[in-house]
């Protein structure tokens, strides 16, 4: 189950361009594991997580997402960097 509320679901259309079908087939076409985001001011319980993958069309997103209560909460998508996809090539599998 995806959750996506209202005022990340504004910023992912307005200022990232990426829409829920976008999330989804990122998830769908993932082809590794999740990374946690370690970074203190980015800290959360559960933890936030991310991946890179390719939607259909061959956009590489990050997506990251808190994963409760068997839904799977969206804080943001984006195109991954440069930087963002080396680190995931690196430690996601």
């Known amino acids: 189950m995806l959750e996506i509320s209202d005022k990340v679901r504004e910023k992912?259309?307005?200022?990232?361009?990426?829409?829920?079908?976008?999330?989804r087939e990122a998830?769908?076409?993932?082809?590794?594991?999740?990374?946690?985001?370690?970074?203190?001011?980015?800290?959360?319980i559960p933890p936030t997580q991310w991946f890179v993958s390719e939607t259909?069309?061959?956009?590489?997103l990050k997506v990251c997402f808190i994963h409760s209560n068997g839904?799977?909460?969206i804080k943001t998508a984006y195109e991954?960097?440069?930087?963002e996809q080396?680190?995931?090539e690196?430690?996601?599998s």
């Open 27 to 44: 998830f769908a076409n993932r082809q590794s594991g999740f990374l946690k985001d370690q970074r203190e001011k980015h800290g959360t």
């Open 80 to 83: 991954a960097n440069s930087l």
């Open 71 to 73: 839904a799977i909460y």
């Open 86 to 88: 080396r680190i995931y």
């Open 90 to 92: 690196k430690y996601g």
């Open 12 to 23: 992912l259309r307005n200022k990232h361009n990426v829409s829920e079908s976008m999330i």
């Open 56 to 60: 259909d069309n061959g956009v590489k």
